[in-house]
C-alpha cells in the first residue's frame, strides 16, 4: 500500500502508542548511554519498529534515530525519529513524555509529529498546511511582552557556564517559569497555552519534529543567535516563542 509521508508518520505513532504502552509504569531494567542519560527497552524496540515501517514504505530514505543511529541510503530525504523524548519521565511514570517523528529534505524538516502517547494528544504539521492538536487546527498564542509570559524549561540542569546566567535573564523577566515537559511543552506552545521555551544541550533527533509544528501553529523557533536549528554548526540551544516581539525579547536577554 503506498502512503503519503504524513499518512506514514500517522501510522508511525500509532504504532508507537501500541509498543510503548505495555511498558509504561512496568519497572523496566534501565541502562545509562555513553552520555549517562538513561535508556529502557521500550526506546530501543519502539524505535526498531519505527525503522522497519520506514524501510517498508520508503527504503531509499535516510534514517536519523535516537537509540539506532544512522542509516544513510543517499537520499535528499530523511527520517528523524525519537521514539521517547522524556525517558527521564517515562521512567518515573510521568505521561509528559512523547514520540518524536520528523521527515526532512534537504536537511529542512517538512513534516512534523509530536505525539504524547498516554495523554492522547498528537500534533501534526507540514510545511504551507499548518498545524493540528488531534485534527483541529492549532494556533500559538498573541503574547508580546515577555512579562507576560509563561516559560517553560524541561531541566535547568541543561545550561551550562554563562548559559545559567543567560537563562536567568530570561526567567527573571518572565510571568512565571515551570520546569518540566520535554517535548510536550513545545506541542502546547503551539496550541497556545505556552509562550515561550529556551533549552540548551539538545540533539537533533530532540528538534526536528517540532520546527514545523511550532512554525505552521505562527511561532519561531531558532537558536540562541536566532539562526535556523537545522544549520550544520547549530549548538544545541534552541529557543521557541508565540510571536517576533517575544522572540525578540528573549535574545536580547540571551545575548545581554
Known amino acids: 500500500m503506498s502512503l503519503t509521508p504524513a499518512e506514514l508518520a500517522v501510522k508511525m505513532a500509532d504504532r508507537a502508542r ?16 555513553s552520555d549517562a542519560s538513561p535508556v529502557t527497552i521500550a526506546d530501543k524496540n519502539t524505535e ?40 527521564r519521565a517515562f521512567i518515573t511514570g510521568m505521561p509528559t513524555f512523547g514520540t518524536l517523528i520528523c521527515q526532512a529534505r534537504n536537511n529542512r ?19 504551507g498546511q499548518g498545524a493540528t ?5 492549532c494556533k500559538v498564542s498573541a503574547t508580546q511582552e515577555i512579562k507576560d509570559a509563561l516559560l517553560f524549561c524541561t ?32 506541542g502546547l506552545l503551539a496550541a497556545g497555552h505556552v509562550d515561550l ?15 514545523p ?15 535556523p536549528l537545522y544549520e550544520a554548526d547549530w549548538d544545541g540551544t534552541a529557543v521557541a516563542a508565540a ?5 525578540r525579547q528573549a535574545l536580547a536577554l540571551l545575548n545581554g
Request: aromatic letters at 8%.
Open 18 to 33: 501500541e509498543v510503548i504502552g505495555p511498558y509504561f509504569r512496568a519497572h523496566l531494567s534501565i541502562d545509562d548511554k
Open 133 to 137: 492538536l488531534n485534527g483541529e487546527p
Open 155 to 186: 531541566d535547568p540542569d541543561m545550561f551550562v557556564g554563562e548559559q545559567i546566567d543567560q537563562f536567568k535573564r530570561v526567567e527573571q523577566a518572565c510571568r512565571m517559569r515551570r520546569f518540566g515537559g520535554d517535548c510536550y511543552s513545545y
Open 197 to 211: 521555551i529556551v533549552e540548551a544541550d539538545l540533539k537533533i533527533y530532540d528538534v526536528m519534529a517540532l520546527i
Open 213 to 227: 509544528v511550532i512554525e505552521e501553529a505562527g511561532g519561531i523557533i531558532t537558536d540562541w543567535q536566532g539562526k
Open 109 to 127: 524538516p517538512e513534516l512534523g509529529v509530536i505525539d504524547i502517547p498516554m495523554v492522547g494528544d498528537r500534533w501534526l504539521a507540514q510545511v
Open 48 to 87: 526498531a519498529e519505527l525503522r522497519a515501517m520506514l524501510a517498508e514504505h520508503f527504503p531509499d530514505h535516510n534514517i536519523i534515530g535516537e537509540e539506532h543511529g544512522r542509516t544513510e541510503q543517499d537520499s535528499e530525504y530523511t527520517w528523524i525519529i525519537d521514539p521517547i523524548d522524556g525517558t
Open 243 to 247: 510571536t517576533p516581539e517575544l522572540h
